[in-house]
């Protein structure tokens, strides 16, 4: 029946641009499809499709592609051809791999929808979707994030829901475009500070993780809509707790006088340091005090700071203060800092 009804197509209208065929039980996708060749938008949703015909490499003018809600168990390398291809839905398959080469030839894609499938992890071939805006795998079993995905530089929108990831890769930060990050129900306890590099992002949904606190300058950013229910943020209970004596390693110490010295532009040091790029890569990973306004390398102590919500975001509805980290450099700095920091007492 399949057959015919394209047959028919073919002969009523040799330049058909529009195929339809959602819920017809079918099993394999015709192969008649090659008779098709200026076809634009083919939608195959809610079928029994396996497999993916040889056939549909011939359709090199398709622009949206929609096999959603069908038995695929990859995302198939016949979608290399398809050099055209803006929308792609892949929602609702059995989906637990990328076949070899798949994003070959896909650089103008703007949509990949592959929501509830089984995917573990993606690979490292994502980085060619170079056109990608929009970017959905809610539902799926994504324990990571490739740092590869992080060079999309075009992504608007990265929807992670419901999946098992813990972590986010600091890289997040080149995604200068992003506007959209849903990452509800997953198990992150951090955020990355890269996160707050992120000045066009306007809507982030992190509800029903186990994060506790938000990491420095996040709430600079300019966010419209910021949800984060179910998740065990740090509250405002202080506490008289026991300070120790600030014991730092040897290279601790020289690494703190080598920086401060280089943010003096102390001219031996500033010669030096260019024959020594270990060193150098050590050093740049540096913070600065925001008490004493001197660097330190890796000893620091952890403080909160609770801050209001900007009153231009969106939030939800119980949270009051937002509490967001700040990294000092000793106990001194901390018997100086200002009545709303707090240092972090591990119970």
Request: proline share 6%; net charge positive; hydrophobic share 40%.
């Amino acid at each position: 029946m399949t057959e015919r009804l394209l047959i028919r197509a073919i002969k009523g209208h040799g330049q058909t641009q529009i195929v339809t065929l959602n819920g017809k039980k079918i099993r394999k996708m015709p192969s008649t499809l090659e008779l098709l060749p200026d076809l634009k938008n083919l939608c195959l949703q809610n079928n029994l499709i396996s497999k993916v015909c040889p056939e549909i490499s011939t359709l090199t003018q398709l622009k949206i592609l929609n096999l959603g809600n069908n038995l695929l168990e990859e995302v198939p390398e016949e979608m290399k051809y398809l050099t055209s291809l803006k929308k792609l839905h892949l929602f609702g398959n059995k989906i637990c791999r990328f076949a070899s080469g798949a994003c070959d030839g896909l650089q103008n894609l703007i949509l990949l929808n592959l929501n509830r499938n089984q995917l573990t992890w993606l690979p490292q071939e994502v980085s060619k979707l170079k056109s990608l805006t929009h970017l959905s795998l809610n539902c799926n079993q994504l324990v990571s994030i490739p740092t590869e995905l992080c060079l999309l530089k075009n992504l608007r929108e990265l929807q992670l829901n419901y999946n098992e990831l813990s972590c986010i890769p600091e890289e997040i930060k080149f995604l200068k475009k992003l506007r959209k990050f849903l990452l509800v129900r997953n198990y992150i306890e951090v955020l990355p500070e890269g996160i707050c590099h992120l000045k066009n992002l306007r809507i982030l949904d992190i509800a029903g993780n186990t994060i506790q606190i938000f990491p420095p300058g996040f709430e600079n950013l300019k966010l419209k809509e910021f949800y984060c229910e179910e998740n065990p943020l740090f509250v405002k209970q202080p506490a008289i707790a026991l300070q120790q004596e600030d014991i730092w390693s040897l290279q601790e110490i020289t690494s703190r006088y080598v920086m401060n010295q280089l943010a003096k532009k102390h001219p031996f040091l500033m010669c030096a340091i260019e024959q020594y790029p270990e060193v150098r890569n050590l050093i740049s990973q540096g913070k600065k005090c925001p008490i004493c306004g001197k660097y330190f390398l890796s000893i620091w102590l952890e403080c909160v700071r609770f801050i209001p919500p900007p009153k231009n975001w969106k939030i939800s509805r119980n949270l009051q203060l937002v509490p967001v980290q700040v990294l000092i450099c000793s106990y001194k700095c901390l018997n100086r800092r200002d009545p709303n920091l707090f240092g972090i007492a591990h119970m």
